[in-house]
């Protein structure tokens, strides 16, 4: 079965800090990789994401993610952290193929970022 | 251009009634898919359709349904509602077949089982 995994529950930094969170995944065929945002009781927002092409992907609120196929990851960067970047993480994978049970987003298990002044 | 416009945004229902909730999403998009997302289990898949055809299920209950009409709205129903039942219910929306150009999520139903 296809799968994410993001191996952190909680991610704390300072703001102004440089944050990462994490991002692993395993597919059969070529993966479409996706960073998603979600704040308190609202829906998910799309901050960017991987097709093909350049392995670093720019997205919203100057975040950005790096592609790496050898590694299988996909981890979610941004050069100096905000306390309203506080939410929820998502990432998430989809690929050519039918996800059938699973759908054609897989999700991984979320990241809660808290960002502290 | 409007998103993806999920009613209503709160719902409380008593055990064993049924609901149904709806979805508009971003105009031209042809494809929509539910999500149910809780704290234990995180997002899990509900269903996909594409131009009016169930394409994917996921693995819940027959008490959970959907369709999807000619304009691509969608509707999900829960029958028999249970406790258990209590989540945020999240639509999103496709340009294109198998979501490879990614989706667009509404901002959910929060439906709460009593």
């Known amino acids: 079965a296809q799968s994410v995994a993001q191996p952190e529950d909680q991610v704390n930094v300072a703001e102004g800090n440089p944050l990462t969170v994490k991002c692993t995944y395993s597919?059969?065929?070529?993966?479409?990789l996706f960073w998603y945002v979600q704040y308190p009781n609202r829906g998910l927002q799309f901050l960017l994401k991987y097709i093909t092409g350049d392995n670093l992907v720019k997205g919203s609120y100057g975040f950005e993610a790096e592609f790496n196929k050898s590694q299988t990851s996909f981890h979610l960067k941004k050069p100096s952290a905000l306390v309203s970047d506080s939410a929820l993480y998502f990432c998430?994978?989809?690929?050519?193929?039918?996800?059938?049970?699973?759908?054609?987003?897989?999700f991984g298990k979320g990241t809660k970022l808290s960002v502290k002044p | 251009k409007a998103g993806v416009t999920q009613t209503p945004r709160y719902l409380i229902k008593t055990r064993g009634q049924q609901v149904t909730l709806s979805c508009s999403p971003i105009s031209g998009h042809r494809s929509v898919s539910w999500y149910q997302q809780t704290p234990g289990q995180g997002l899990q898949f509900l269903f996909e359709?594409?131009?009016?055809?169930?394409?994917n299920k996921g693995n819940f209950p027959g008490r959970f349904s959907g369709r999807q009409f000619s304009n691509s709205r969608s509707e999900m129903n829960v029958s028999t509602l249970e406790l258990g039942d209590s989540a945020l219910y999240l639509c999103a929306s496709s340009s294109r077949d198998r979501g490879r150009e990614g989706y667009t999520f509404g901002s959910g139903t929060r439906l709460t089982v009593v």
């Open positions: 359709y594409f131009s009016e055809t169930q394409r």
């Open positions: 998430a994978v989809s690929t050519l193929n039918y996800g059938g049970s699973q759908g054609n987003l897989i």
């Open positions: 597919v059969s065929g070529n993966p479409y």
